[in-house]
């Protein structure tokens, strides 16, 4: 089966009443029937011959709550729903010129049923799905040689063994609160979304094809050409689009992030979510350190209530240290790391954390004589084997006043071009109910 040449669909639909439902899974026989002619059908697990008047009878039955899983399949297509109490869920494979020849049609049907139900979608070459989202060295064996697999970025999996590290790769899934987030050819985002994503946010996202407001979501289109995903242009967009609605600072599965300057950052608080957003002299998105306009956005979800200021200027101290205590003159800031996942024990995460936090330019300078802290809690094991002269080595730039062990803690003294940094290696079980600025006193 030729991978390259296959459309992966998925589409999830929410909210669905009994009224609504026969409708919808009748519709769904029908154009996966125009789509291909299926010969085996699997209800709940069981595969069987294809049978269209024991198929019809058998959704004709459905009812809201219950739990159906049904497949349709050949050689070379499928398609699949799943229904789950209210909720319904949509998977389409789709030969290259099944789908050129029915996309108006097919585009229709699904844009009908996400304008009134839709929570997520996205369409999608079948080869970037399994490219950016297979980890298992094995199953890559599939689609790329082993040469092709020994080049990509590796970290080790919850039983120890080596896989490829997707998070470095634009097309990869991650799920942060009940979501799917992703970026691919075309990607639909529903009413779920908007508990992280202002509308107004995903309706200015910038330099990609399209960008439409069906229902309550909004669809994008990245690039024209699904099956050209390999084009340096088009994995550029799809990129910026991961890094504008900052997917890889929402959500990673390699402990320690993907070690790069956020396009925007977040801040949550029961329903209101705050963002701020980085961009250029021109308006368009760029990384952090090198800003000069700053978008911020409150939006409360509940409440519908939506702000946004755009300011000129610099980063300020609470850019790089969100916890100020004027009172005792300190500034922190604080990650929860995984080194046990990496290859090198977490040093290159915490080489970029470090410097992050003393390589930096504020205009605030009430705060050059504050105490600058950087708390990385890492779990109890990671103290067995932690890196401590290969992190000296790679940090030979910095002055280097103290080396401590101080109740399950580790403590480094840094100092770089007149910026000092106290960084603490704690356990993250000690800490766990406790608060973070309190710890640096026991």
Avoid at 350 to 368: M, V
């Amino acid at each position: 089966m030729d991978t390259k040449q296959r459309l992966y669909s998925l589409s999830q639909l929410h909210h669905l009443e009994q009224k609504d439902l026969q409708v919808l899974l009748t519709d769904w026989l029908i154009i996966s029937r125009l789509l291909f002619e299926p010969d085996e059908m699997v209800i709940n697990g069981l595969e069987q011959p294809f049978e269209q008047i024991k198929l019809q009878q058998l959704l004709a039955d459905c009812k809201i709550n219950e739990d159906v899983w049904v497949q349709l399949k050949n050689n070379n297509e499928e398609t699949s729903l799943h229904l789950l109490g209210d909720t319904l869920l949509e998977k389409s494979i789709l030969q290259k010129k099944t789908f050129e020849y029915w996309e108006i049609v097919y585009l229709d049907y699904l844009n009908q049923r996400l304008e009134r139900f839709g929570s997520f979608a996205y369409l999608r070459s079948y080869e970037e799905y399994l490219f950016h989202n297979t980890s298992d060295l094995s199953e890559r064996r599939t689609f790329e040689s082993a040469e092709e697999t020994h080049v990509l970025p590796k970290m080790k999996g919850l039983n120890g063994d080596l896989s490829v590290d997707c998070n470095n790769f634009p097309g990869y899934d991650v799920f942060y609160k009940g979501v799917c987030l992703t970026s691919c050819w075309r990607i639909f985002l529903g009413s779920p979304y908007q508990k992280i994503f202002a509308k107004p946010l995903l309706l200015e996202v910038q330099q990609i094809e399209s960008v439409t407001e069906i229902g309550e979501g909004v669809w994008f289109e990245l690039y024209k050409d699904p099956f050209q995903w390999k084009e340096a242009a088009n994995l550029k967009f799809q990129q910026l689009f991961r890094d504008q609605l900052g997917i890889s600072q929402l959500a990673y599965t390699n402990g320690v992030g993907i070690l790069k300057q956020p396009y925007i950052e977040f801040a949550f608080d029961d329903t209101l979510v705050q963002t701020v957003q980085y961009q250029n002299d021109q308006f368009q998105p760029i990384e952090k350190s090198q800003a000069t306009y700053f978008v911020t956005r409150t939006y409360d979800f509940l409440t519908k209530q939506y702000q946004v200021n755009r300011m000129k200027g610099g980063l300020n101290a609470l850019a790089y240290f969100p916890w100020i205590d004027d009172d005792s003159e300190r500034m922190m800031n604080y990650r929860v790391l995984y080194p046990e996942l990496t290859l090198d024990k977490g040093l290159s995460a915490f080489e970029y954390y470090i410097r992050n936090s003393i390589e930096y330019e504020i205009q605030d300078l009430r705060y050059q004589d504050y105490t600058a802290i950087l708390q990385l809690f890492i779990p109890k094991r990671a103290f067995l084997d932690f890196p401590t002269d290969e992190l000296k080595k790679i940090l030979k730039d910095m002055t280097i006043h103290q080396i401590s062990r101080k109740n399950d803690s580790l403590i480094f003294s840094l100092e770089k071009e007149g910026k000092h940094l106290m960084v603490y290696f704690i356990d993250q079980n000690k800490v766990a109910a406790k608060n973070r600025l309190d710890i640096l006193e026991n």
